[in-house]
């Protein structure tokens, strides 16, 4: 095994599919602008706004949510074609046109000035455009890399995504109080456009017959198993793929509840008039933050671990998080609050991050961007949850209920976590029938 260390380009790449995804992170700022979208007194919903909103209306929880669940089940959607697009044409391609849906929806939810516009731009062209560039980001940077680093590059590109929070939440607050919705949305906007073409014209292929340097091999190491890589057809036709899907399901819609409802969330449990209550903004700041920062950690030590024990650990601890949720917010504790949002969002960034290794590792890295973009599927559907938790906040004024499905929705993948394993070319799977699964999840033919 070759010591040879890795090109500077190989990091470049990283870096420029971190900037890219920066930008299309903007959807893990959405409880921002559903703050100023949804109004306290629920007898407002459909009044007009005035002042820098003039034009725009007031609208209920399940409205607000609306183009939030409908840009990340678009986003998921997309991840497809953008897969597909990454492997035949390349990265750049995919990451610049994803850049200008991204920009384009934007602008036209803030010109728009309506729920129809938020819908349109933000939650179909917006979701179009991170689509197609976070399909680029992640299999252009994977390429440069041994699969032995695979879980912290993956967990370095994906950060950016998780990171986005952390700049957009107060820059968004900002905006919307200077220059209103229609400015915050505008402004944004043009800045995605800006950054996310010259960041991906940056996402060049390894040249014709590169191979990425390995580390030393360690005395008496067992050698690795073969790298098999699938075709999206025969990933279809194995049980292995739905068990992924359903692990993203579980594990994101955990994520995506808290995201959605950040601010709210925190503006409800602090005392009305106190920093925390007119600053909510923070709490979504904080989870981009650790979101960000549950992608690198649980990418770097899923790499030494396993991918599947790091995502039990994490989704196990958010779980019981999650089933505490409806007495923290009761009991008002804004500290404990933080605490236990902030384990929600490092779990939902490492599974942000080990999801894709473990397609890689399951299913090779040639066909990763169009593989990768058949297991994202779980990740939009994992949208109803969130969407649901808007209907039964407008019903019951509560979120307690949905803390509770998805707690046990999450504690479900964790049990399918413990069964699946790497499937071998020629193992039955869903298309003759689902085999057993027997102790240390060898697979028992019937």
């Known amino acids: ?34 703050a100023a979208l949804v109004p306290k007194d629920p007898a407002l919903y459909g009044s007009p706004m005035a002042g820098l909103n003039e034009g725009w209306t ?15 089940f678009t986003f998921a959607l997309c991840m497809i074609p953008g897969g597909r697009l990454q492997d035949r044409y390349g990265a750049r391609v995919g990451a610049v046109a994803g850049g200008l849906f991204l920009a384009a929806g934007c602008i036209i939810a803030g010109l728009m000035k309506s729920y129809t516009g938020l819908v349109v731009g933000f939650g179909l062209l917006g979701g179009i455009g991170m689509g197609l560039g976070y399909a680029a980001a992640t299999p252009a940077a994977v390429r440069w890399f041994h699969s032995s680093r695979r879980g912290l590059i993956v967990g370095l590109v994906v ?3 998780g990171a986005a929070a952390i700049y957009i939440s107060p820059l968004a607050k900002f905006l919307i109080g200077e220059y209103g919705l229609t400015g ?17 014209s940056m996402l060049t292929p390894p040249p014709a017959g590169y191979v990425a340097p390995a580390p030393p091999a360690a005395p008496n190491a067992p050698k690795p198993a073969a790298v098999v890589d699938w075709s999206a057809g025969a990933m279809l036709k194995t049980w292995q793929f739905y068990a992924l899907v359903f692990l993203f399901i579980g594990s994101a819609q955990s994520g995506l509840l808290v995201i959605g409802n950040a601010a709210p969330l925190l503006g409800k449990v602090a005392e009305p008039g106190s920093f925390f209550a007119v600053n909510a903004w923070l709490l979504a700041t904080f989870g981009g933050f650790v979101n960000a920062s549950g992608r690198v950690g649980t990418g770097r030590y899923s790499d030494r671990i396993g991918r599947l024990n790091a ?8 779980a019981l998080c999650l089933f505490a949720a409806p007495w923290v917010v009761a009991q008002k504790d804004v500290l404990v609050l933080f605490v236990i949002i902030g384990v929600m969002f490092w779990q939902y960034g490492g599974t942000l991050a080990v999801m894709p290794a473990i397609t ?11 593989n990768y973009g058949l297991v994202f599927l779980g990740w939009g559907i994992a ?6 938790a808007a209907a039964i906040a407008d019903t019951y004024g509560s979120l307690d209920p949905a803390f509770y499905l998805s707690g046990g929705l999450l504690a479900a993948a964790v049990l399918l976590s413990r069964v699946i ?26």
């Open 311 to 318: 995502y039990a650990l994490n989704g196990l601890v958010s």
């Open 159 to 161: 950060a950016g995504y």
């Open 1 to 34: 095994m070759s010591s040879v260390p890795v090109p500077g380009r190989a990091w470049v790449v990283t870096a420029a599919g971190t900037a890219v995804n920066l930008c299309l992170g903007i959807l893990y700022a959405w409880s921002i602008w559903k």
């Open 360 to 370: 890689a590792d399951y299913f090779g890295p040639k066909n990763l961007g169009l």
């Open 383 to 388: 949208f109803f949850v969130p969407q649901a």
């Open 421 to 446: 394993h790497r499937p071998e070319p020629g193992e039955r799977g869903v298309a003759a029938g689902l085999g057993s699964i027997g102790e240390r999840g060898t697979h028992v033919p019937r």
């Open 58 to 72: 007031y609208l209920s929880n399940a409205q607000a949510t609306l183009a939030y669940s409908i840009c990340g």
């Open 184 to 200: 915050s949305f505008v402004g944004l906007g043009v800045l995605f456009a800006v950054v996310v073409v010259a960041a991906g």
